[in-house]
Structures are given as structure tokens and as C-alpha cells.
């Protein structure tokens, strides 16, 4: 049996590494931060979404960078297989809206809890150790590290990305693979805000929208998704917003626009405001659009869009109506790039996919070196499909090291 070093002690790492012991490997976690699962325990505000239930050929069109390479993986160990894993570990587990999976008592610290003692009772874990380079001599591994240096048969490398530097996901897994002769795709955010430079957004910073489309021409391609957004700081969030994110975050070219209405087309649209007129005529304009959006918005609709929303109904003309539906149904934004990278909830981008096995997850370069979850340049959208990733190529992973 091999010893093996695992380096980060997240999903996949804690995965990987219970996994292997089970089989009789000697197993160390090297992990830097002062105890397992850092960003695990933040994930869906501290709930957990553990994976999404669906068939496998509905999740892969959930990846949106390496769905082809992740096919195995996912067939290999579905979110069926997963929720079976935790079930049989002790972890009751509920399905939510959209099939997300999580722990019955909403909890993340129970899965952190249930994967340390119970799935990981024989790995030796190894806490404020870094490592700090990777060197393979006589097909034996040295890792040297902040405590000193450390010889393996095998290095599972399963740091993360480099969203959420609190949580110890500082990108050092990528230097490991520069180390040792891999190809970094460049790493963007995905899963994050967008900002805006209009003028506007400092007035409704906080301010949430149910019920809309967000619009987006990227890069020539046009596509829209409905849901929920906020306005920030400096842009927009939100369920929605997020997705989004990862669908334009390589684009060079990005037109947005939000349709407050999208459950009405604009000729519907236009005979809902002449009823409203008709029943409101002698008030100010500013009484319907309180009525159509949120009174916050509708003050900042009204100045951007150039009608008086103090004149009288009666005195709105024709040409000014046309105005108002034209963007009630679309409304510009002007986007102005993405937040930070620390910003995401994942990170697009890693260990170029060209240079590892799909079945194994081992380095087709450096015999004896994998690579798992989120250092790969694997993302997904929001819902359990990210975990699922990490779940999933840490069963591959384990199933196949020889």
C-alpha cells in the first residue's frame, strides 16, 4: 500500500482521503489552516448545499467549463451515490427547490463533523502545515513544508481556487502545478456580483427584485434568465446575477438589460399602464409606477428614463407612455466588468483539463499526481453542482490509484 499526502483538507481532500484509508493506504492530510473544511463550513450561508438530484446527463449541462471531461466522474459517482454516501454515514439529508440537497438540520458543521470522525477516523491529519514546494526524485515525492520535509509514494493536490482567501483558498495548489510542468488556464471569478457604472446604483444599493429578467447579449450571443437580484455597492447579485457571472466571465463584449415585467409581453405591458392611467388620471405618474416597481426603483426609473414623475397623469403624452413601457421591458445597464476574484464563490479556470486523465484524475505529466475539485479548471452553476464536482473526481480519484 502507498502513503499518501493529501494537500488541503476541503470536500475533496477529506473525500480522497477517507476513501484511501478505508482501502489500507497510509494517508496524511497536510492542511495549513487550524482545522478541516474552512470554506465547506461558509458554503449557502453555513447549510451545505451537498449536491443536486438529478440524472447525470442533466447535471453536466449545469458545468459550464469541463462538462466533457467531468461526464465520467459524474455517471461514476451521481448525486444519488452521494446522497447515499452521507445517508450512510449518519447524515439525514433533505431535498429543497431546484433539487438541492442539503443536511436535515441545516447545518454545515454536521458535514464537516460526520466526514472528520466518522468517514476519516483513519487519516493522520496534519494541521498548520504548509507546504511550500512539490519535488519528485527516484519516484518518490518530497514535499517540503513549514514543519520540515516529508517523503510520499503519491500527492493528491486538492487546495481549492483562489476565491475566498479567508478560507485558505490562496491559489497555492496552482503553483504546485507550475512546479511540476502544468499549464494554468487563467483564473477569473465565476458565481459573483457584476459591477455597474451607472450613476444610479448607489441609490438602490440594497434594494432586492423578484420575479425579473436579466438580459445579456455576450459577445453576440443573447440569452436571458428569470429569477431574483439585488443591487450592491457598486452593481448587481443575487441568484440570478450569479449565474450570469459564469456564463460571461471570459466575454469581451457584454450588453445587460433588465425587464421588470417579463411575464407580460409589451403589448400586454402597454394595456395594464392605459388601464392604470384610465383608473388614476387625475394623480401624479409617480402613483403608478409605485405600483409597477418598488418605490425606490420607481423614483430612479422615472430620472433615467426622463418622464416627470410629478405630472399628472392626464398630461403624460403618448410618446412618454411609449417610453415607459419600452423600459419597463428593457432596461438598460452598463456593465463594467466582475467583482473580485476573492468574490466568487468558486474560481473559473485551474489545471489545464488537457493534461489530466478524466477516469483517474492523475497527472498525464508527472506519474503519481492528482488533481481534485476546484484547482481543476472545472466550474458550475449554483445548486450542489460544484460540490458534486468535487465529491465526484475525489471518488474517481480514489476508485482508480494504483
Same mark, same amino acid.
Given at each position: 500500500?502507498?502513503?499518501?499526502?493529501?494537500?488541503?483538507?476541503?470536500?475533496?481532500?477529506?473525500?480522497?482521503?477517507?476513501?484511501?484509508?478505508?482501502?489500507?493506504?497510509?494517508? %496524511?492530510?497536510?492542511?495549513?489552516?487550524?482545522?478541516?473544511?474552512?470554506?465547506? %463550513?461558509?458554503?449557502? *450561508?453555513?447549510?451545505?448545499?451537498?449536491?443536486?438530484?438529478?440524472?447525470?446527463?442533466?447535471?453536466?449541462?449545469?458545468?459550464?467549463?469541463?462538462?466533457?471531461?467531468?461526464?465520467?466522474?459524474?455517471?461514476?459517482?451521481?448525486?444519488?451515490?452521494?446522497?447515499?454516501?452521507?445517508?450512510?454515514?449518519?447524515? *439525514?439529508?433533505?431535498?429543497?427547490?431546484?433539487?438541492?440537497?442539503?443536511?436535515?438540520?441545516?447545518?454545515?458543521?454536521?458535514?464537516?463533523?460526520?466526514?472528520?470522525?466518522?468517514?476519516?477516523?483513519?487519516?493522520?491529519?496534519?494541521?498548520?502545515?504548509?507546504?511550500?514546494?512539490?519535488?519528485?526524485?527516484?519516484?518518490?515525492?518530497?514535499?517540503?513544508?513549514?514543519?520540515?520535509?516529508?517523503?510520499?509514494?503519491?500527492?493528491?493536490?486538492?487546495?481549492?481556487?483562489?476565491?475566498?482567501?479567508?478560507?485558505?483558498?490562496?491559489?497555492?495548489?496552482?503553483?504546485?502545478?507550475?512546479?511540476?510542468?502544468?499549464?494554468?488556464?487563467?483564473?477569473?471569478?465565476?458565481?459573483?456580483?457584476?459591477?455597474?457604472?451607472?450613476?444610479?446604483?448607489?441609490?438602490?444599493?440594497?434594494?432586492?427584485?423578484?420575479?425579473?429578467?436579466?438580459?445579456?447579449?455576450?459577445?453576440?450571443?443573447?440569452?436571458?434568465?428569470?429569477?431574483?437580484?439585488?443591487?450592491?455597492?457598486?452593481?448587481?447579485?443575487?441568484?440570478?446575477?450569479?449565474?450570469?457571472?459564469?456564463?460571461?466571465?471570459?466575454? *469581451?463584449?457584454?450588453?445587460?438589460?433588465?425587464?421588470?415585467?417579463?411575464?407580460?409581453?409589451?403589448?400586454?405591458?402597454?394595456?395594464?399602464?392605459?388601464?392604470?392611467?384610465?383608473?388614476?388620471?387625475?394623480?401624479?405618474?409617480?402613483?403608478?409606477?409605485?405600483?409597477?416597481?418598488?418605490?425606490?426603483?420607481?423614483?430612479?426609473?422615472?430620472?433615467?428614463?426622463?418622464?416627470?414623475?410629478?405630472?399628472?397623469?392626464?398630461?403624460?403624452?403618448?410618446?412618454?407612455?411609449?417610453?415607459?413601457?419600452?423600459?419597463?421591458?428593457?432596461?438598460?445597464?452598463? %456593465?463594467?466588468?466582475?467583482?473580485?476574484?476573492?468574490?466568487?464563490?468558486?474560481?473559473?479556470?485551474?489545471?489545464?483539463?488537457?493534461?489530466?486523465?478524466?477516469?483517474?484524475?492523475?497527472?498525464?505529466?508527472?506519474?503519481?499526481? %492528482?488533481?481534485?475539485?476546484?484547482?481543476?479548471?472545472?466550474?458550475?452553476?449554483?445548486?450542489?453542482?460544484?460540490?458534486?464536482?468535487?465529491?465526484?473526481?475525489?471518488?474517481?480519484?480514489?476508485?482508480?490509484?494504483?
Amino acid at each position: 500500500m502507498s502513503k499518501i499526502a493529501i494537500i488541503g483538507a476541503g470536500a475533496s481532500g477529506l473525500m480522497v482521503s477517507g476513501l484511501l484509508a478505508k482501502k489500507g493506504h497510509d494517508v %496524511y492530510v497536510l492542511e495549513k489552516n487550524e482545522k478541516v473544511g474552512k470554506k465547506l %463550513y461558509i458554503t449557502v *450561508k453555513g447549510r451545505c448545499n451537498l449536491t443536486n438530484l438529478c440524472l447525470p446527463d442533466e447535471f453536466i449541462k449545469n458545468v459550464v467549463r469541463g462538462e466533457k471531461f467531468m461526464t465520467s466522474a459524474i455517471y461514476s459517482f451521481s448525486s444519488e451515490d452521494c446522497i447515499k454516501f452521507f445517508e450512510g454515514l449518519g447524515l *439525514k439529508t433533505k431535498v429543497e427547490r431546484g433539487n438541492r440537497v442539503f443536511p436535515e438540520s441545516d447545518k454545515s458543521s454536521d458535514v464537516i463533523k460526520i466526514l472528520k470522525e466518522n468517514h476519516c477516523k483513519d487519516v493522520r491529519f496534519l494541521f498548520k502545515c504548509e507546504v511550500l514546494s512539490i519535488t519528485k526524485q527516484n519516484d518518490k515525492f518530497l514535499l517540503n513544508t513549514n514543519t520540515g520535509k516529508m517523503e510520499f509514494d503519491n500527492v493528491i493536490i486538492a487546495t481549492g481556487g483562489k476565491s475566498y482567501k479567508s478560507t485558505g483558498s490562496d491559489g497555492a495548489g496552482f503553483k504546485f502545478a507550475k512546479m511540476l510542468g502544468h499549464t494554468v488556464e487563467t483564473l477569473v471569478p465565476a458565481l459573483c456580483p457584476l459591477i455597474l457604472t451607472d450613476e444610479f446604483v448607489k441609490d438602490l444599493q440594497g434594494v432586492s427584485l423578484k420575479n425579473v429578467q436579466l438580459n445579456v447579449i455576450s459577445d453576440g450571443k443573447k440569452f436571458g434568465l428569470f429569477g431574483e437580484m439585488l443591487f450592491t455597492d457598486k452593481g448587481i447579485s443575487g441568484p440570478v446575477v450569479l449565474t450570469v457571472s459564469s456564463l460571461i466571465n471570459r466575454a *469581451k463584449d457584454v450588453k445587460l438589460s433588465l425587464d421588470f415585467k417579463p411575464a407580460l409581453t409589451q403589448e400586454q405591458l402597454e394595456q395594464r399602464i392605459l388601464r392604470d392611467f384610465e383608473s388614476s388620471k387625475n394623480k401624479n405618474l409617480k402613483f403608478v409606477l409605485n405600483g409597477l416597481l418598488p418605490k425606490t426603483v420607481a423614483k430612479v426609473f422615472a430620472d433615467v428614463v426622463g418622464v416627470n414623475a410629478d405630472k399628472k397623469v392626464h398630461d403624460i403624452t403618448k410618446s412618454e407612455r411609449k417610453i415607459i413601457v419600452e423600459n419597463l421591458k428593457n432596461f438598460k445597464l452598463n %456593465y463594467g466588468g466582475l467583482y473580485d476574484i476573492d468574490t466568487g464563490i468558486v474560481t473559473s479556470g485551474g489545471v489545464s483539463l488537457k493534461e489530466i486523465n478524466p477516469k483517474t484524475f492523475e497527472s498525464k505529466l508527472v506519474s503519481g499526481v %492528482y488533481f481534485l475539485g476546484e484547482v481543476l479548471d472545472v466550474d458550475a452553476l449554483t445548486g450542489g453542482f460544484n460540490l458534486q464536482c468535487c465529491w465526484s473526481s475525489a471518488y474517481a480519484c480514489a476508485e482508480n490509484l494504483v
